[in-house]
């Protein structure tokens, strides 16, 4: 059932930002008059559609990706001369055609964002408060640069007095980089060079830090467990143990194994209502962690959502800004790829998309918009990219032209369209097999 949700979502997500792509060069090219033969969804055999004009419109077999086919495009087409095909426009005019679909796609992505931030408009209210770490995990980046639990970053790579989102948009592309740090100890600043990790699965920029949040029991305590016997349910907000407050998931765990084997007073909120509780940890063994005192919960932070409506030019200004953030981490990525400094394992393929796109539609359609919107955007980026095939490769043999006064002989552009597809073939059939090794590795 999960599969078959995956699909549908992913063909629906796909098919707008398909049809939005090419729905910018097919106006663009009817704009200028160029003749457009076929607009389809999909690709392969053709399954069905309907003729309007000179224009086939229609649905093919394979649903992930699209095109316009426009008179006279591809190097290899017949070329009469008639002032309707592609290449006999003006070079401005092809460079408009070409870039509209990407333009479409960022359209798109801010457009999707402000509908949504008009009617719905989430954040946590923590990427908001200043960054204070409450945990440090042991051998971590971060530990070895010696921060603490309690530290405040208070200066990141130049930006002062930053918020959590400030940190993790500087960190989160920076995978093996160095980044500078003020950190506020005591009443004392002092500076710390931090050079970061690489998550394992995600390759994105690693730290070994955390919030200072509330922990929640994440999870039904296991039966028989000290936490179930004492009344712990699901959702539980954590507040203290003997006092002392519980801002991180290993402060619990940490304390346990500081008192092995003492009974503990367990402060918690339930519905809005302080509770305590008397627990006693027992010695357990689990695959992840070995032999240590435990209470038997599963802790997650706690987060506060921030949700309001935006009016249309608040919306606006917040989802340029968002969309902006985020083209700059794309480019961040692919400049690590290039650099080698990140691994080309964090793209996601047509599998990982389907999976996110599912994930997304059960969550709700906010978090489906959202997606959109981010996905929009990649694949508006990903089309500029200089490859022969992709409009960004077209764009730089006009440019290149321009530069030349003549255009490239078509033998020669048959070779570079020939290299950019057998390109684009073996980053698909990478990203599919990427795609199956991490879906193996979550299973």
């Known amino acids: 059932m999960v599969i078959l949700q995956n699909i549908v979502a992913v063909i629906f997500v796909l098919g707008v930002m398909i049809l939005i792509h090419e729905l910018g060069h097919f106006l663009a090219a009817k704009y200028f008059d160029v003749r457009v033969e076929a607009f389809s969804f999909g690709f392969g055999p053709r399954l069905l559609g309907k003729r309007v004009g000179e224009t086939d419109y229609r649905l093919c077999l394979l649903p992930l990706g699209g095109y316009v086919k426009m008179a006279g495009e591809q190097p290899s087409?017949?070329?009469?001369?008639?002032?309707?095909?592609?290449?006999?426009?003006?070079?401005?005019?092809?460079?408009?055609?070409?870039?509209?679909g990407p333009l479409?796609?960022?359209?798109?992505?801010?457009?999707?964002?402000?509908?949504?931030?008009m009617v719905h408009f989430e954040r946590l209210a923590i990427q908001q408060e200043p960054p204070i770490l409450g945990e440090v995990e042991p051998h971590s980046p971060a530990a070895e640069a010696g921060l603490k639990d309690g530290d405040r970053i208070v200066q990141i790579n130049g930006t002062r007095n930053p918020t959590w989102e400030d940190v993790n948009l500087q960190t989160v592309a920076a995978a093996h980089?160095?980044?500078?740090?003020?950190?506020?100890?005591?009443?004392?600043?002092?500076?710390?060079?931090?050079?970061?990790?690489?998550?394992?699965?995600?390759?994105?920029?690693?730290?070994?830090?955390?919030?200072?949040?509330?922990?929640?029991?994440?999870?039904?305590?296991?039966?028989?467990?000290?936490?179930?016997v004492a009344g712990l349910k699901n959702g539980d907000i954590l507040l203290t143990i003997d006092g002392q407050e519980i801002l991180s998931r290993s402060k619990l765990q940490d304390y346990l194994q500081e008192h092995p084997g003492k009974t503990v007073v367990l402060e918690y909120s339930r519905d809005g209502q302080k509770r305590s509780t008397s627990i006693t940890p027992i010695m357990h063994e689990s695959a992840e962690d070995g032999k240590a005192w435990r209470i038997g919960v599963v802790l997650q932070p706690k987060y506060d959502r921030i949700i309001t409506r935006l009016p249309f030019s608040v919306a606006l200004h917040e989802s340029v800004d968002q969309n902006r953030k985020n083209a700059t981490l794309i480019f961040q990525f692919l400049q690590g790829i290039m650099q080698r400094?990140?691994?080309?394992?964090?793209?996601?393929?047509?599998?990982?998309?389907?999976?996110?796109?599912?994930?997304?539609?059960?969550?709700?359609s906010?978090?489906?918009?959202?997606?959109?919107?981010?996905?929009?955007?990649?694949?508006?980026?990903?089309?500029?990219?200089?490859?022969?095939?992709?409009?960004?490769?077209?764009?730089?043999?006009l440019l290149f032209e321009s530069v030349m006064g003549r255009d490239i002989s078509l033998p020669v552009k048959e070779r570079i369209v020939q290299a950019g597809f057998v390109f684009l073939m073996l980053l698909f059939v990478f990203v599919i097999y990427n795609d199956i090794v991490k879906s193996l590795a979550r299973s």
């Open 341 to 364: 400094r990140m691994s080309p394992k964090s793209l996601e393929g047509p599998i990982g998309i389907a999976r996110l796109s599912g994930q997304a539609a059960r969550q709700g």
């Open 366 to 397: 906010a978090d489906l918009i959202l997606l959109m919107s981010a996905i929009s955007l990649n694949l508006g980026i990903f089309n500029l990219l200089p490859i022969p095939i992709l409009d960004g490769g077209v764009i730089l043999m």
């Open 77 to 100: 087409d017949e070329h009469t001369g008639d002032p309707r095909e592609f290449l006999s426009k003006p070079r401005w005019q092809r460079l408009i055609i070409a870039g509209m």
């Open 177 to 228: 980089e160095t980044v500078n740090l003020k950190i506020l100890r005591d009443g004392q600043e002092s500076a710390v060079a931090l050079t970061l990790g690489a998550e394992k699965h995600s390759g994105i920029g690693y730290a070994g830090w955390s919030e200072r949040v509330r922990m929640q029991v994440g999870d039904t305590p296991r039966d028989g467990m000290p936490a179930a």
């Open 104 to 117: 479409f796609n960022v359209i798109l992505a801010v457009g999707l964002l402000v509908g949504l931030f």
